[in-house]
């Protein structure tokens, strides 16, 4: 059974930075994409970044030149850095596997950025 377990939400102040980490357990196939999505209050869930294991990237338009995905394939494991952050990246950001038509999701960790 795949598991996904997010790690470093908290508070920061507008223009301030933080980093998330997700480590998996289980079975991860290659090929894959590993990646980070965010639900803010109302709203659906969107992506943020995602990158597949041979390295392809993608990022939202909001996150482009602000955050960077990166992701450690030994370990299976996935990172954001995030700067500059903005009121409205406030989110509840989960970590989300793609592999072999199956979508896994962690839990989610909270990210309140003060304005």
């Known amino acids: 059974q795949v598991q996904l377990v997010e790690s470093g939400g908290g508070l920061v102040q507008a223009g301030g930075s933080l980093g998330l980490s997700c480590a998996t357990s289980?079975?991860?196939?290659?090929?894959?994409?590993m990646g980070w999505y965010r639900q803010a209050p109302g709203k659906q869930r969107e992506l943020v970044a995602t990158?597949?294991?041979?390295?392809?990237?993608n990022y939202a338009d909001s996150a482009k030149g602000r955050f960077t995905i990166s992701r450690d394939n030994a370990k299976n494991m996935v990172y954001l850095q995030m700067n500059s952050l903005k009121p409205e990246d406030t989110a509840i950001y989960y970590c989300?596997?793609?592999?072999?038509?199956?979508?896994?999701w962690g839990k989610g960790t909270l990210i309140t950025v003060s304005s």
């Open positions: 989300g596997l793609s592999q072999s038509g199956m979508n896994y």
């Open positions: 289980g079975i991860i196939l290659r090929p894959n994409s």
């Open positions: 990158m597949t294991s041979e390295g392809r990237t």
